[in-house]
């Protein structure tokens, strides 16, 4: 019995101390957890209200004709934006680079415009405006109106007869903030 007492005492004894060890390393949890998401705004450029035809409906051009070249830039979007216009008019012969027969005028003065090599196209690189988009305000207005004249010069000789013109309008955007280190090469920046 004596060793059956002492068994059980040392079981107790190992228990109890068992206890205490464990107890002794017993500690207190908690936790939490919190995950945030966000979206990346948005930069969205539209053309609308564009001229559909350079002839105004004339069917054909004459020297001294100018009819009305606009478009407007609209941001769709949430961010801010600078916006270049671009306007190229290709002619399928070469222009007077001192007296273009095609040209772009506003108030009646022709744009500055760069020749291209051969003088078949003159490039006109529009002052850069700035946009708000619906949440970054960084702009007077989400839209721009471009008011210009196409025009077929009054001097234009016999020589232009049956010539054929274009007009391309290009509009460049890019988010007005934290874009400054990227320069003014639109083209480069636009082909990101």
């Known amino acids: 019995m004596k060793l059956k007492k002492t068994f059980v005492t ?6 109890i ?8 390393f017993s500690y207190f949890t908690d ?9 990346a705004g948005t ?19 004459n020297p001294g004709d100018a009819n009305e070249l606009k478009f407007t830039a609209n941001n769709t ?20 680079e001192n007296d273009p027969q095609y040209k772009i005028t506003s108030n009646g003065t ?10 078949k196209t003159i490039t006109y690189t ?15 207005s989400t839209k721009h109106q471009y008011n210009y004249l196409f025009e077929m010069d009054a001097d234009a000789d016999n020589t232009w007869q049956d010539s054929n013109v ?3 309008i290009q509009l460049y955007a890019k988010q007005h903030r934290n874009s400054s280190e990227l320069g003014t090469d639109w083209t480069s920046i636009v082909e990101k």
Request: negative net charge; hydrophobic residues 45%; charged residues 20%.
């Open 126 to 140: 529009i002052d850069d405006v700035i946009l708000s988009g619906s949440i970054e305000t960084d702009g007077n």
């Open 77 to 96: 979007g949430e961010k801010s934006m600078d916006v270049k216009a671009v306007i190229t008019v290709s002619a399928n012969q070469s222009m007077d």
């Open 110 to 119: 022709a744009l500055n415009g760069v020749f291209s090599d051969q003088g």
């Open 166 to 168: 274009s007009v391309n």
């Open 43 to 61: 930069l969205s450029l539209e053309m609308t209200d564009a001229t559909e035809d350079l002839t105004a409906n004339l069917t054909i051009l």
């Open 10 to 15: 040392n079981v107790l004894s190992i228990a």
């Open 31 to 39: 936790y939490q957890e919190k995950k945030l998401t966000a979206n």
């Open 17 to 24: 101390i068992a206890t205490m060890l464990i107890g002794a």
